[in-house]
């Protein structure tokens, strides 16, 4: 049942020492075998301000809210690529929340790998956060024209 | 019995004659399936069956003969789309028809209406335009060409639009520009670097097809600086050489040294309009050959003017009207047009926008005159 999920990540907000939100760069290819600094695989290619009392509240807010989530979303034909992942440091260590907005996915992932992807319905919300944190970023806005 | 006779064998020559056409066409069928796909592949494997078998009935129905390039699994790549459309062979009466079933996506540069296909990777580097496709079909003789694409259309980070490869330009617009202004004219001082520190080897790389890749601190410093390039960003040279280093370190295990010492000029320059600055003049005949060619395609002069200088250098330049001239894409060897130098300097005369013509390869012969020659085209989109 992914629910568990969300709280875990949402106790992890409240208890972490540290959260960070990385922007990641996908669908980075590798020549070799090698894929640089990466989160689940995803290259990293920056780092946003810690995140404010403010923004940990309406994260709390959107994660823990039924109707962020879309239950019979149909499956697309687009490879799940996050544009951002956030970290906390839990009490089970650490664990992140990928934010994908080409499929309107996001997924928890905890000791290297995806443990639940879920369709959420929150597209604006997300974007709004996410132009909060990289404010003027360009594949943000480009989202809001589709 | 006579009349019948008479009438019939004329008739029986035309029915004959008609099925004779129709079985020196054919139908040239291009499916590529992503089945091997966790989320999609089962749906992907239907389309295919589905799709295979509808191609299979048309030809049967139209008496076209079907030559059959069908991809699925781990035979659905970039690699294999390209080695079937340098491979495909049609004639005039042909039909093609292409389709594709797997994950799709765009850049947020990209113009096109169509998106680019996924073909069973998660690298950008590996997909390709639905149009590119069809552009390399408009350039064969058949009848009729059919592309069709059964993916996504979204928006995905970090996907580089491919236009610019798939029409074998490279195009300068403002963000590009500004970055490289920002780059190469705002900074004064010294750097350098090296792929690899003391005591460690350096090594070059190959694409998961087996070409060379080239030297892999040269991948991933031009990857670093084409990131900050095509984004727009106004990063500067400690940024471009730390992801060079870092990735070059991790991925090969030789770790780049470099020493940046610069600092930013006073005056700022801002990015304008990249100009071709080529002129038609060599009355002292001493412009290189790639320079006269990049005048002709100036649209700064009257296109009267570029034509005449067109006929008076074509001879100069070339061995022949009938050299062979290929323009590649921004990799160096990704062969966009093939045309005869006449042709080549025809086009030239009505260029809008060249910024400027790579001479990327070339044979000569005694007399200097091209016998070959390999051009790569930028054109500017500056608004």
Redesign the interface.
């Known amino acids: 049942m992914f629910r568990h999920w969300d709280s875990a990540f949402v106790n992890g907000l409240d208890g972490s020492k540290r959260v960070v939100v990385y922007k ?14 990466s989160i689940v695989g995803f ?1 990293v ?1 920056g780092r946003a301000q810690s995140l404010t009392v403010e923004q940990l509240a309406v994260l709390r807010f959107i994660l823990g809210n039924e109707k962020s989530y879309v239950y019979d979303a149909p ?5 799940f ?1 996050p ?1 951002f992942a956030i970290e906390v440091n839990g009490e089970d260590g650490d664990m992140y929340l990928l934010l994908a ?3 309107s996915e996001l997924a928890f992932a905890k000791e290297g790998k995806i443990v639940k992807k879920v369709a959420w319905g929150c597209k604006d919300l997300l974007v709004q956060f996410g132009l909060e944190l990289f404010p003027g970023d ?2 943000l806005s ?2 809001t024209m ?1 | 019995m006579k009349k019948f006779l008479v009438c019939y064998f004329p008739l029986l020559a035309l029915c004959m004659l008609h099925a004779g056409e129709a079985f020196s066409q054919s139908l040239h069928a291009i499916v590529f399936a992503d089945t091997n796909d966790p ?2 592949g089962s ?1 992907d494997k239907q389309d295919f069956v589905n799709m295979t078998m509808e191609m299979s009935t048309i030809a049967s129905a139209t008496g076209l003969h079907l030559e059959k390039y069908f991809y699925s699994g781990s035979n659905c790549s970039k690699s294999n789309l390209m080695g079937v459309l340098d491979r495909l062979q049609t004639s005039s009466g042909d039909v093609v028809m292409f389709y594709y ?5 765009r850049s ?1 540069q990209d113009e096109s209406d169509y998106p680019q296909m ?1 073909l069973g990777s ?6 390709v335009p639905l149009e590119y496709v069809l552009r390399r079909l408009e350039d064969m003789p058949a009848r009729l060409k059919i592309v069709f694409g ?3 259309n ?6 580089t639009s491919k236009e610019q490869a798939s029409k074998g330009f490279t195009v300068l617009s403002k963000s590009p520009v500004n970055a490289y202004t920002n780059l190469f004219m705002n900074y004064k001082g010294t750097i350098i670097a090296s792929g690899s520190q003391k005591g460690e080897n350096s090594v070059t ?1 190959n ?1 998961n097809d087996g070409s060379p ?1 080239g030297g ?1 601190f040269t ?1 991933f410093f031009l990857r670093s600086l084409q ?1 900050v390039v095509s ?2 960003m106004d990063a500067d040279w400690d940024i471009v050489l730390s992801n060079a280093r ?2 070059t370190k ?4 030789h770790t780049p040294v470099y020493s940046v010492d610069v600092e930013t000029t006073v005056d700022r320059h801002e990015g304008h309009a990249p100009e071709n600055a080529a002129t038609p003049d060599d009355t002292d005949g001493l412009q290189a050959p790639i320079d006269l060619l990049t005048a002709i395609g100036n649209d700064k002069y009257d296109i009267d003017l570029r034509i005449e200088v067109m006929e008076r250098t074509l001879p100069v330049v070339f061995a022949s009207p009938d050299v062979k001239v290929e323009s590649v894409g921004r990799n160096g060897t990704t062969v966009v047009s093939t045309e005869r130098a006449k042709d080549f300097m025809l086009r030239l005369c009505t260029l809008r926008n060249l910024v400027n013509l790579v001479e990327v390869d070339f044979k000569r012969d005694s007399n200097g005159k091209y016998t070959y020659l390999k051009v790569h085209e930028i054109y500017k989109d500056y608004e």
């Not at chain 1, 990641?24 to 600094?37: E, F, M, Q, Y």
């Not at chain 2, 079933?101 to 996506?105: A, E, L």
């Not at chain 2, 998660?122 to 997909?127: G, I, L, P, V």
């Open positions: 990641l760069n996908p669908l980075a290819d590798s020549v070799a075998s090698g894929k640089g600094r290259s290619v499956v697309v034909k687009t490879l690529a544009y907005f080409n499929t360009e594949y480009s989202i589709y | 989320s999609i749906g079933s797997g994950h799709g996506t947020v996924c998660h690298y950008d580097n590996e997909f059964d993916c996504c979204s928006v995905a980070p970090g996907v790389l694409y890749a892999a991948i990131f984004n727009g870092e990735a991790n991925a090969v295990k």
